[in-house]
């Protein structure tokens, strides 16, 4: 999905996530929250393990996957300013010594958090995409569904994804990250609706226009998400999407998720 149709100043962060992520913190004596397993950076996914007990020698791949880790909790609680090695070490339960090993700096942390983040995302709705068979429909749903699906769509990531965005227009690496992102994201949208466009004999429907509107769509109930996590939920989001489907595509949709009878 793509964000930069929103214009997000990285203040709002601050306003509405950062700032109750540290008020939370200092709450519970410093304590950080824990993110799911990712599958992204396939590369690393295949041989990281459990890195709550980090081991004083592990192999690269691992260790750099445990300091992303560690960089997503930081970033999520803290922003990305405020993320320094020492917070990223202290989340992590290593030294500030591995983090300049295997990374030498800040900066080239944060983008390797970000590739892996991006590379993470696409290999869930890749994956969904192709498990949802041949059926246009079931292929669209299933790529709208992994939106909203964990380990893409958790909350710490999400508060990272926007701290990025909201930095991309004064960082480049940032910005050329994002945006080789989104246009891959778009352009399989864009092919998804046209195939069911012709599948489904539908007149009047421009495809390019439905993918921008789902794109929209998501960095919206995205920021929700995040924001404003007691009024809505990942089900919620995704039925949101769903009835737009519905209204777009009234002979296919709303429909059964791939893989669930009803």
């Not at 709002?12 to 950062?18: M, Q, S």
Request: proline share 5%; with cysteine.
């Amino acid at each position: 999905m793509i964000i930069h149709s929103i214009a997000l100043a990285p203040a709002l962060f601050y306003i509405f996530h950062f700032r109750d992520r540290r008020e939370g913190a200092r709450r519970s004596g410093g304590r950080g929250s824990t993110i799911p397993a990712t599958q992204g950076m396939r590369d690393m996914a295949k041989t990281a393990a459990d890195t709550r007990t980090p081991r004083r020698t592990a192999p690269r791949e691992e260790r750099q996957l445990q300091l992303i880790r560690a960089t997503i909790r930081s970033v999520a609680a803290n922003g990305l300013s405020e993320t320094t090695m020492a917070t990223v070490a202290n989340a992590a339960g290593l030294s500030q010594g591995i983090i300049n090993l295997h990374f030498r700096s800040k900066q080239r942390l944060l983008v390797a958090t970000l590739r892996f983040l991006a590379d993470e995302y696409r290999a869930c709705w890749e994956q969904a995409v192709a498990d949802a068979g041949d059926d246009p429909a079931d292929r669209l749903a299933a790529r709208v569904a992994a939106d909203f699906a964990p380990p893409a769509c958790h909350r710490d990531k999400l508060a990272v994804w926007f701290a990025f965005w909201g930095e991309s227009k004064s960082r480049p690496t940032y910005r050329r990250i994002c945006a080789e992102r989104d246009r891959a994201d778009r352009a399989v949208i864009v092919d998804l609706c046209r195939a069911l466009i012709d599948a489904g004999g539908y007149t009047g429907i421009d495809a390019d226009t439905v993918a921008a509107t789902l794109s929209a769509m998501t960095a919206g109930l995205w920021l929700d998400l995040l924001t404003r996590p007691r009024t809505i939920d990942r089900d919620q989001a995704h039925t949101i999407c769903t009835a737009y489907l519905g209204a777009t595509f009234a002979r296919h949709f709303p429909r059964p998720a791939p893989g669930v009878t009803r």
